[in-house]
């Protein structure tokens, strides 16, 4: 069966340090991948995509990486800060279509 | 731009009642989406619409759940009958299809609804 999976651990971390997330997948056959932030009582806000050709992605202090082998992606966000603090979800998406498929998140949580 | 926006943002009604959410997607914006979000079983898409169609449905869990989209600028989620174990947040998102680009989402606040 098709399963997306995240870290189902609260991820602690201490200011400046780089908190890296993971999202591993299984019978997929994803064209993308997204990245979304969810605040407590907001709804997720989107943050990276990264398609299947591509290795990596950055955007600021974020770094996302795609191994359609390994059928994972990374999360970075470096010199982090406890405002990053949030649950970050994965999504998987098809080409041609916009329906994506989430993962159930993980928290992560800087510590001041 | 006031972005998604849903209502009501909290429902409490009893078991057996009728419930209907209320989304406003982002102007020219040609895709709605609505998901449901619990502890358990994450973030679930229910159904979503292109140009006002309904495309896909598969995740809606059983005929108690009805939506529509009568125009571009509007859609609703039914629930009828309503049991406790449709409580949840309930989340609209829209999108602009641009041929390949991000196809991000754009979620509106939810609705919690609690069913008694």
């Known amino acids: 069966s098709q399963k997306i999976e995240q870290n189902s651990e609260a991820l602690n971390i201490q200011e400046g340090k780089t908190a890296t997330l993971t999202c591993n997948y299984t019978?997929?056959?994803?064209?993308?991948l997204q990245w979304y932030r969810q605040d407590p009582g907001r709804g997720p806000v989107f943050l990276l995509l990264?398609?299947?050709?591509?290795k990596e992605k950055r955007k600021e202090r974020l770094k996302v990486t795609f191994d359609t082998t390994l059928k994972q992606s990374l999360f970075h966000i470096t010199a982090s800060q406890p405002a990053d603090s949030a649950t970050y979800l994965c999504?998987?998406?098809?080409?041609?279509?916009?329906?994506?498929?989430f993962g159930t998140g993980t928290k992560l949580q800087v510590i001041p | 731009d006031a972005g998604v926006i849903q209502s009501p943002r909290h429902e409490v009604t009893e078991m057996g009642q009728e419930v209907t959410l209320r989304c406003k997607p982002i102007?020219?914006?040609?895709?709605l989406f609505w998901y449901r979000q619990t502890m358990m079983r994450g973030l679930e898409l229910l159904i979503y619409?292109?140009?006002?169609?309904?495309?896909?449905d598969s995740g809606m869990p059983e005929d108690r759940f009805s939506a529509k989209m009568p125009n571009a600028s509007f859609s609703t989620l039914k629930i009828q009958p309503s049991e406790p174990r449709d409580s949840a947040v309930y989340f609209c998102?829209?999108?602009?299809?641009?041929?390949?680009?991000?196809?991000?989402?754009?979620f509106g606040p939810g609705t919690r609804l609690t069913v008694l």
């Open positions: 998102a829209s999108s602009r299809l641009t041929g390949g680009r991000d196809n991000e989402q754009f």
């Open positions: 990264i398609r299947e050709n591509e």
């Open positions: 999504a998987l998406g098809y080409g041609g279509y916009q329906k994506v498929t």
């Open positions: 619409f292109n140009n006002n169609v309904p495309i896909d």
């Open positions: 019978n997929y056959s994803p064209a993308y």
């Open positions: 102007s020219g914006h040609n895709s």
